[in-house]
Nanobody
């Protein structure tokens, strides 16, 4: 039974930082998988923000390059998203997602991922 539990959301002022964690259970980070962070703002479609996979490939959406960093701790089965220099346009609900037994090498559509976290809200003012 795969579960993704996110933590780390909150409210910050413009220019501030937050760090998300996504703790996975039901599979090991030593297996083949792909993971990503998505976000969805009110009235907008869900968009991929950052993605990685079990061989360490990393992709970012252009608007967060140089500000966000995706990483993973294989020993802890945990995915992270460090977000620096946050801007009001980053306000959204953020989700982590995983797809098992597949390697995705770029930001893919949300439909490519089977398992999702519950979402965590970020508000930047």
């Amino acid at each position: 039974h795969v579960q993704l539990v996110e933590s780390g959301g909150g409210s910050v002022q413009s220019g501030g930082s937050l760090r998300f964690s996504c703790k996975a259970s039901g599979y090991s980070f030593y297996s083949v998988f792909s993971m990503a962070w998505f976000r969805q703002a009110p009235g907008k479609e869900r968009e991929g923000v950052a993605a990685t996979n079990s061989v360490g490939s990393i992709s970012y959406i252009d608007s967060v390059k140089g500000r966000f960093t995706i990483s993973k701790d294989d020993a802890r089965d945990t995915l992270y998203l460090q977000m620096d220099n946050l801007q009001p346009e980053d306000t959204a609900t953020y989700y982590c997602a995983t797809e098992l037994r597949r390697l995705l090498y770029s930001l893919s559509r949300s439909s490519e991922y089977t398992y999702w976290g519950q979402g965590t809200q970020v508000t930047v003012s």
